[in-house]
């Protein structure tokens, strides 16, 4: 016996209409919603193509638009920022969604039962876009492919193509690198050592060493001397054994960090009372707590311009129905916002 029109209409779903019409199935589900920031010619074409296939929502997706609506009015854009742990960069990216009339979310990714789950769970709240930093995720690869990025408009706050395809916003970290040499040679060091560590973003950890070995070449005649180590991050026994010579030895004047967390692993792990006897020390990307070390820049100092731009870049992908994955992201660079803390003097 033939099957009734609404038999039909029962049968298909947001997934063929996506497929009909060409579009991702997060633009699908937010034009047929309605939802705010689809554009009109994107809303008709999907229009369009559930017209042409019979499409009809079951009572099941009514309830979860009106769950939606409920927590999320259609002239407000929501925008959660998935972090592993709260942070004073929480403040920058809830200030940045406020000066654009934006909610922002702070949310930690294990306060739900897995990745399947955060992505119906901030969906139904009514998420329009996320902000994340993968690597800081604590998610395998196979997680991340079981959370459903297509329902979100996406923005990365870090270069790592294992999960690629987020337009992406991140600190410039070949001027950081470059910049921080500049200054502690301009303040009368010599010798200067860098030790770099060894990150998941293998991106920004080249751009950093290409900066060294760019300052070491342009400056050996004009008597600076420096000396790059690269020791991995976790500081594994090796590694440790590393750091332990280099901080034991007298030929630098100076010892350049790229990154406080890494000082804080060193304590940690022993080295602490090493540390406390150079005269001088200086990192690179600081907290905003107080610390001893002479600070020549730092990453949290311009968080603020780069949320703005983070937040900034949702916004139009969402105006344009640019959901999930994407071929060819956009790259936002962070310029340094510099400090030099009254720690940093000129050696004797």
């Known amino acids: 016996m033939p099957r009734s029109k609404d038999e039909v209409s029962l049968r298909v779903t ?10 991702g199935l997060g633009t699908v589900s937010r034009a047929m919603a309605d939802k705010f920031g689809v554009a009109p010619a994107t809303r008709a074409r999907v229009l369009a193509a559930a017209r042409e296939l019979g499409y009809r929502p079951n009572a099941a997706a009514r309830a979860l638009a009106g769950q939606r609506l409920h927590l999320h009015q259609k002239d407000q854009i929501l925008v959660a920022f998935l972090r592993h ?15 654009r009339g934006m909610r922002g979310l702070c949310v930690a990714p294990k306060k739900f039962a897995g990745p399947k789950a955060a992505a119906r769970e901030l969906y139904a709240w009514g998420v329009d876009a996320l902000i994340v930093s993968p690597y800081k995720l604590a998610w395998t690869e196979a997680d991340m492919k079981d959370f459903d990025w297509s329902l979100f408009s996406i923005v990365g706050m870090a270069r790592d193509f294992r999960f690629g395809g987020f337009e ?3 600190h410039h970290a070949f001027a950081y690198m470059h910049e921080s040499l500049v200054k502690l040679r301009d303040a009368g ?21 290409g900066a060294a070995l760019a300052f070491q070449s342009r400056n050996k005649s004009g008597g600076v001397r420096l000396r790059i180590s690269s020791i991995d991050g976790d500081l594994d026994h090796e590694s440790m054994s590393t750091a332990m010579d280099l901080l034991s030895s007298d030929w630098a004047d100076v010892i350049l960090f790229d990154h406080f967390a890494f000082i804080g ?3 940690q792990r022993g080295g602490g009372d090493l540390l406390d006897r150079r005269p001088y020390a200086a990192v690179i990307a600081v907290d905003d707590s107080s610390d001893p070390y002479g600070t020549v820049s730092g990453c949290l100092l311009c968080d603020a311009q780069r949320f703005s731009r983070a937040v900034s870049a949702c ?7 640019r959901r999930g994955r994407f071929e060819h992201p956009a790259e936002h660079l962070i310029d340094p916002a510099w400090e030099v803390r009254q720690s940093l003097r000129r050696p004797a």
Not at 85 to 99: K, M, P, T
Not at 315 to 321: A, C, D, E, P, R
Request: overall charge positive; some cysteine.
């Open 168 to 170: 992406i916003v991140r």
């Open 14 to 23: 947001l997934k063929d209409v996506a497929k009909q019409s060409g579009l």
């Open 85 to 99: 742990e709260s942070g004073v960069s929480d403040a920058y990216f809830e200030q940045a969604c406020a000066n």
């Open 315 to 321: 916004q139009n992908l969402i105006q344009t129905g």
């Open 189 to 209: 060091f010599r010798r200067i050592q860098v030790i770099l560590h060894r990150s998941i973003s293998l991106y920004d950890d080249d751009e950093r060493l």
């Open 265 to 267: 692993r060193l304590r």
